[in-house]
């Protein structure tokens, strides 16, 4: 089945700097691979997502790049800001589920 | 929009004995998941449903756990007897697209299970 891998599962950056995590997956008929911001005590909420026929997508300071290939995607947040604290979690879909990666927690020093 | 309502927030209930916990999806979703989040892990999928059928169950404990969605709406997930390792988040979301899991889920503010 799918495995969905994801690191790291700290990283702690200066505000105002980029971070960026990444996942791996082994389903090659994977098609959807979303991020879920997860603040301590509340619910996942989605922030961005990626499709297969796309290689990157951004919002604002935050961007999702897609390597089908390689079998991996990465989220990109730049110039860091205290609210970006959290933990974060890939997935992708595999057959009519999602498969989520074991989350990374961003620390973001001031 | 209303979100997805959970209830109750916390439980503390001594092992083998019964929990239920409630869910409402936003008006309309088709798709409705109950996920355990054990501390420090990602959500792991127990059930989802596809209205009042369901579509993939293959994770859930089915010799203790249980789960429902009687008329396509709200559900209801049981756990009978509890386990100490049954001491979990459990999330609830629901999606308006569906089987397929491949568009935004909106998630509950989720049922904290203590089992002592």
């Known amino acids: 089945g799918e495995n969905v891998e994801q690191h790291p599962s700290t990283l702690s950056v200066q505000e105002g700097d980029s971070a960026v995590i990444k996942c791996t997956y082994s389903?090659?008929?994977?098609?959807?691979f979303p991020w879920y911001k997860q603040e301590l005590g509340k619910r996942p909420q989605l922030i961005i997502d990626?499709?297969?026929n796309v290689g990157e997508k951004k919002d604002q300071r935050i961007a999702v790049t897609l390597n089908k290939t390689a079998k991996h995607f990465s989220l990109h947040i730049t110039e860091t800001q205290p609210e970006d604290s959290a933990v974060y979690f890939c997935?992708?879909?595999?057959?009519?589920?999602?498969?989520w990666g074991a989350g990374t927690k961003l620390i973001i020093k001031p | 929009e209303a979100g997805v309502a959970q209830s109750p927030r916390y439980k503390i209930i001594e092992k083998r004995q019964s929990v239920a916990f409630w869910c409402n999806p936003i008006?309309?979703?088709?798709?409705l998941y109950w996920y355990q989040q054990i501390l420090g892990q990602g959500p792991k999928l127990l059930i989802q449903?596809?209205?009042?059928?369901?579509?993939?169950d293959s994770q859930l404990p089915k010799d203790r756990f249980s789960a429902e969605r009687l008329k396509g709406v709200d559900s209801t997930l049981k756990i009978q007897p509890a386990k100490l390792e049954d001491s979990a988040v459990y999330l609830c979301?629901?999606?308006?697209?569906?089987?397929?899991?491949?568009?935004?889920?909106?998630f509950g503010q989720g049922t904290r299970l203590t089992v002592v």
């Open positions: 997935a992708a879909d595999s057959n009519y589920q999602l498969i």
């Open positions: 990626i499709r297969s």
């Open positions: 389903d090659s008929a994977s098609n959807y």
């Open positions: 008006s309309g979703h088709a798709t």
């Open positions: 979301a629901s999606s308006s697209l569906g089987p397929f899991a491949n568009t935004e889920a909106f």
């Open positions: 449903f596809q209205n009042n059928g369901v579509v993939d």
